[in-house]
């Protein structure tokens, strides 16, 4: 997607990064519009040139790396480009000033692409390290349950936990969801 107020900028724009594959792309005219594209679509790589009519931008790149996996590359005037990068620094969004140098925006797309995949990977290992972490916290619960109201040990509240699951044929933490739904009120 490229959002930037003018269609002739748009396009000039999709005839410079035509040659890296991209078979098409969308046109918005403004920060609205943008945002509204991505509840139902997200993109590979979303270009942004700034000023928008209704916002400069920014705020813009803030939402997208907050809903989407989509590669940024922002559009700024040379004199904006640290301070715009040190209010995105967050967002994995590559900066690049105006006017711009062919060359330079053909050799960002791919970084930008590559760090996209980083951050995707990073996000899930954080999805994954937090449903870990959320699992650990329910099987400590449910052990406690089982530790005051049958009078077991740790070691053996772990152990018949881990049996019910292999008896059950269920997860470990379906075994201690369901001791919490026993005993918790």
Do not use: W
């Not at 609205?32 to 991505?38: L, N, Q």
């Not at 070691?155 to 292999?166: D, E, G, L, S, T």
């Amino acid at each position: 997607m490229i959002v930037s107020t003018q269609k002739q900028s748009s396009d000039a724009l999709y005839d410079i990064i035509k040659p890296l594959v991209f078979s098409g792309y969308d046109y918005v005219a403004s920060a609205s519009e943008a945002r509204r594209k991505f509840d139902y679509t997200d993109y590979d790589l979303t270009i942004i040139n700034t000023p928008l009519p209704d916002e400069f931008g920014s705020e813009l790149v803030l939402d997208i790396a907050d809903k989407s996996l989509s590669a940024i590359l922002i559009l700024v005037k040379s004199d904006l480009i640290e301070q715009v990068q040190e209010k995105l620094a967050v967002t994995g969004a590559f900066v690049v000033g105006k006017p711009i140098n062919k060359q330079v925006l053909l050799q960002s797309i791919p970084f930008v692409l590559n760090s996209k995949q980083i951050i995707a990977t990073l996000r899930e290992q954080n999805k994954a390290l937090k449903r870990k972490m959320d699992d650990v916290k329910v099987m400590e619960r449910a052990k406690y349950c089982l530790i005051q109201y049958l009078g077991l040990d740790e070691k053996q509240a772990h152990r018949y936990i881990q049996k019910q699951a292999m008896d059950l044929r269920v997860s470990q933490r379906t075994v201690a969801d369901n001791i919490l739904k026993t005993y918790e009120v």
